[in-house]
């Protein structure tokens, strides 16, 4: 199994308070964690940086999450990181959206941190 602290995770959200939380949730549980406020940047950090966990907000200003992770699987840089989507109570992918954006996981708001960190762990095969 993977080790925690080897793990760079890059939360994209708009809103700071998610941000705030999720990064202190993981930053806890022992994550390298990067922060975009929006799409362009998320994608901008991605490549640069090539964290090995991304977590994206569906709508942000920019590019959306789906954009974001979509374009990250057509690049030769990015095409390996799994996403997890964080959205909408209601919002679902479709099976064109999944296969086109690689999205791995999906999380509605609210959301529990703790169930987010299970997901996380799962998306990067870490026990819990």
Request: overall charge positive; aromatic content about 2%; proline content about 6%.
């Given at each position: 199994m993977a080790e925690k602290a080897?793990?760079?995770?890059l939360i994209a959200d708009d809103e700071s308070h998610i941000l705030?939380?999720?990064?202190?949730?993981?930053?806890n549980?022992?994550?390298?964690v990067i922060c975009a406020r929006d799409g362009n940047e998320a994608l901008e950090m991605a490549l640069a940086e090539k964290p090995d966990l991304l977590i994206t907000d569906y709508h942000?200003?920019?590019?959306n999450g789906l954009e974001v992770a979509s374009r990250l699987r057509q690049s030769e840089t990015g095409r390996d990181i799994p996403a997890i989507l964080l959205s909408a109570r209601g919002y679902n992918l479709n099976e064109a959206d999944v296969r086109?954006?690689?999205i791995r996981?999906?999380?509605?708001?609210?959301f529990s941190p703790r169930n987010?960190?299970?997901?996380?762990n799962e998306a990067l095969g870490i026990a819990a």
């Open positions: 080897q793990k760079t995770v705030n939380v999720v990064s202190l949730k993981l930053k549980a022992g994550f390298r942000m200003p920019g590019l086109e954006s690689g996981m999906q999380i509605s708001k609210p987010l960190l299970g997901l996380v």
